[in-house]
């Protein structure tokens, strides 16, 4: 066992890790399985609780991970006995849902998650501290969770809430609002992030794929899957465009209150992979009924389009970027993201046209790619400025989302000056 995993400049993602992220793509995908089977009210809500309790799950194994991994035979044995608990997990989310089970295998694993932490709180004298937080949140969560055992029907879903937002407040913010000195590592979480969109993009194609098989080829059906698609190339786009894998090492190095705020960036995430999931049922219930010619409004499409707005504008303020363009650039470039969630919503939900629904948002999906070209061209490629002490990123497709700056800055102002370095970055 080694200590803090902060020996590298630079980290990626294990080969074990990339293993045990497919067992989650299982998981992800009996979600969406579950979602199509009941898109109604009480069904999304349960889609979304599950899948917050399973992404909770992989966060808590992949921060883990990020702290202490060494790719050695002690953590790789974890890493499987927690990916293993995960795919029996999966196994569970199934239409006749048997929370029971869910909730006595969920419990286990976070308990054995608490005997990681306490391990190494013993091992690592300067991990001691968090240790002991985190500790103290997977064990008061496997404590919920095992309680709701006692209980049946709502009373066990709302020790299910309970227990998580024990959990994550205690292990996260709690701690590192209170911690002395926390340890450093050198962390790889943005990349274990993106991985996981890949995931949940994934998910969606596959969705739109299912529904063109359904829609035998129609024109209305394919119109709605290429829609689908363009619209998770859009997302894509979006999020990678403007991706920084340093922006953790730059909050834990930004102090306690950099710290505590990196979580609306990590936490903010969770909204963006439900609605990206979400949007790929939607895609695929609009191409079901493109094919039989059947209307209706599309209410889970389009507001899983302006959750995943949301999300962007969340991650963005929780790492507290500046991409150095202009206030009227910033104004329009959310004006753009604005536009695609009010088509989804005034479409989606006040016309019966499934096809003109998904269609339409696609082409607000391409107007704001556009405008982001235009940007980066104008911007050059983008970068990341390395400085004594707050580095500042800029380009990229999610620019506005942070710009505070009053004046742009132009690609005349990449260079090097004053002893800042200049490198490509995110």
Request: charged share 15%; hydrophobic share 55%.
């Amino acid at each position: 066992m080694s200590g803090i995993h902060d020996w590298e400049p630079l980290r990626r993602a294990t080969w074990l890790e990339l293993f045990c992220d497919l067992v989650f793509v299982v998981a992800v995908a009996r979600l969406g399985q579950l979602l199509h089977h009941d898109h109604s009210l009480g069904g999304v809500v349960a889609y979304a609780g599950l899948f917050v309790a399973v992404w909770w799950l992989w966060i808590s194994f992949s921060y883990f991970a990020d702290l202490f991994d060494d790719d050695g035979p002690w953590h790789r044995a974890a890493q499987l006995i927690a990916a293993l608990g995960a795919a029996v997990l999966a196994v569970t989310i199934q239409p006749g849902f048997d929370s029971a089970r869910f909730a006595a295998i969920f419990a286990l694993l976070l308990l054995f998650l608490t005997g990681l932490y306490a391990i190494m709180g013993r091992s690592v004298p300067r991990a001691a501290e968090l240790c002991r937080w985190y500790v103290i949140g997977s064990a008061s969560g496997a404590l919920l969770w095992g309680a709701s055992l006692l209980v049946s029907g709502p009373a066990r879903y709302a020790l299910w809430v309970v227990a998580l937002v024990v959990n994550a407040t205690v292990s996260g913010p709690l701690a590192y609002a209170r911690m002395k000195n926390p340890p450093v590592q050198v962390s790889h979480m943005p990349e274990r992030f993106g991985l996981f969109t890949l995931v949940v993009l994934g998910e969606a194609v596959w969705s739109t794929v299912a529904g063109i098989t359904e829609g035998a080829w129609s024109p209305g059906a394919v119109t709605v899957a290429v829609s689908g698609f363009v619209i998770a190339c859009g997302i894509w786009w979006v999020y990678f465009g403007a991706f920084d894998e340093a922006a953790i090492d730059r909050a834990l190095a930004g102090g306690r209150n950099a710290q505590v705020r990196s979580f609306l960036y990590g936490y903010g995430h969770l909204i963006i992979y439900v609605s990206i999931a979400a949007t790929g049922i939607g895609v695929e219930l609009a191409a079901e009924m493109a094919a039989h010619h059947h209307h209706g409004t599309l209410p889970l499409f389009a507001f899983a389009q302006v959750a995943i707005i949301a999300g962007f504008l969340l991650i963005s303020s929780g790492i507290g970027l500046d991409f150095g363009v202009s206030r009227r650039t910033h104004a329009v470039m959310i004006g753009l993201k604005s536009l695609i969630g009010v088509t989804a919503l005034g479409l989606g939900l006040f016309t019966e046209s499934p096809v003109l629904t998904v269609a339409a948002v696609a082409g607000a999906w391409l107007v704001l790619l556009v405008a982001e070209a235009i940007i980066v061209h104008r911007l050059g490629h983008p970068k990341i400025i390395d400085g004594a002490d707050a580095p500042v990123t800029w380009g990229g497709a999610d620019a506005a989302m942070a710009a505070g700056g009053d004046d742009g800055v132009g690609a005349d102002d990449v260079g090097t000056d004053d002893g800042v370095r200049v490198k490509e970055g995110a």
